[in-house]
């Protein structure tokens, strides 16, 4: 199984971890919330549920993009990872904002305070939403995928607004007179919480399908590792857009000037070898050999 592989396979079995966490937070925050008349913890259990539907297109997006390249798709079909990110967004831009209309209706409605109940749900919700978060983060960073990446983010909302959530149904149990509004206005919070973060997410995403260059310290090691190869004398351009979770490569070398076309053409096929070897982030490259300027008169 080569490093595509590898990575899609463990990238689907976080999101699925994901997607069964997600399911039953969402399930026990709505049923608390509804019968404690929370409506932060309601808010929380929707975004929850909210997570299963993002969560599940990441996973179908992932296992599209894992597809091998073909004639309609020569570069592979990494692209739909990408797409799957930024769907996410969008979902939680929209839910954020549903969110937060609704908490406002809810503003001045007369009811038992939420209780310790409630409270207990949302710190599950904290701790486990943290557990997933991490792992998401650590696994989508190293293996650069932006849904996995995106689903973390969602993650990371969660646990601010399940805080925003605690402190509003806190205020609200400990003075309902006084702070019986402060559980719909938390749950307002959670709305624009989770609508900056879709922004967030959307703003990468569209980076990524608008073929922004990665950072610099990767352009670095495509230059050093072809700058290895024997024959490179220089590496004059390095070019790079992602699709999925690998690069796809230009690059630019120079080479003695006196050799044959056969020569030229053996070195810079050495260089693409190498860093498909040596980077398995890279997906493939396309070398550009051009006379070296330094042996020009």
């Known amino acids: 199984m080569n490093f595509l592989d590898e990575s899609y396979r463990e990238a689907r079995r976080i999101t699925i971890a994901g997607i069964a966490v997600s399911a039953a937070l969402a399930g026990s925050n709505i049923v608390v919330g509804l019968l404690v008349h929370s409506t932060s913890v309601v808010a929380t259990g929707f975004e929850f549920a909210g997570d299963v539907l993002a969560s599940s297109i990441v996973l179908i997006g992932m296992g599209v993009a894992a597809r091998p390249a073909d004639a309609n798709h020569p570069y592979g079909h990494g692209r739909f990872e990408t797409l799957a990110a930024f769907v996410v967004g969008v979902i939680l831009a929209g839910a954020g904002a549903m969110i937060c209309y609704q908490s406002l209706q809810a503003v001045g409605a007369r009811h038992e305070p939420p209780g ?54 806190a205020l609200a149990t400990y003075d309902a007179e006084r702070f019986l509004a402060a559980d719909h206005y938390g749950g307002f919070v959670v709305g624009i919480v989770v609508v900056v973060t879709g922004i967030r997410v959307l703003r990468d995403t569209s980076l990524e399908l608008a073929d922004t260059m990665p950072d610099p310290h990767l352009t670095r090691e495509v230059a050093k590792a072809a700058g290895s190869v024997p024959g490179v004398e220089g590496v004059d351009k390095v070019l790079a857009r992602k699709t999925g979770l690998q690069y796809h490569i230009d690059l630019h070398i120079e080479v003695d000037p006196t050799l044959t ?8 096929g050495h260089v693409r070898a190498t860093l498909k070897r040596e980077l398995p982030w890279v997906a493939d490259v396309l070398v550009h050999v051009e006379p070296s300027t330094a042996r020009e008169p």
Do not use: C, E, Q
């Open 261 to 268: 076309i056969a020569a030229s053409h053996a070195i810079g």
């Open 116 to 169: 310790l109940v409630a409270a207990g749900a949302l710190l599950g919700a904290i701790v486990l939403r943290g557990i997933m978060s991490s792992v998401k983060f650590r696994a989508g960073r190293r293996l650069r995928s932006s849904a996995l990446i995106a689903d973390a983010w969602n993650d990371t909302v969660d646990i601010l607004s399940a805080v925003a959530a605690l402190i509003a149904v």
